[in-house]
């Protein structure tokens, strides 16, 4: 990204390919992997005695919450609409098949009570 990182240990390794893993959100630090093994972490001079405002940080933050209200807003009016289409299919089905639904219910055999004690095979 343009920046400088440094550290003593890493003069030893000019010329070596390392991996360089950071976080996004704090980029005034990286840490060195050398063959998959952790080196050392590399500081940007530049950005080490960077502070954020807590004003920029809570401006951030309302955003994001305001960013993700609205996405879960849309998504509930989706689902609302969806179970909406829905009801009206089911309702539509349910008053076509209404005349065979009583045929069946007059047609069955009552249901016997489950038995209440259960008994397992191995029991005498």
Known sequence: MGQRY????????????VVLRYDPRDVAEVRVFYQDRFLCRAICQEWA???????????????????????????????????HARRGQLNAVETADQFTTSELETTRPPKTPAPRLKRYFNEP
């Open 49 to 83: 005695g960077a502070t954020v405002p807590l004003r920029d940080i809570m401006k951030a933050r309302n955003r994001q919450r305001r960013e993700l209200r609205q996405f879960i807003q849309d998504r509930e009016q989706v689902v609302e609409s969806l179970l």
């Open 6 to 17: 440094m550290d003593p240990t890493l003069a030893a390794y000019v010329g070596e390919s």
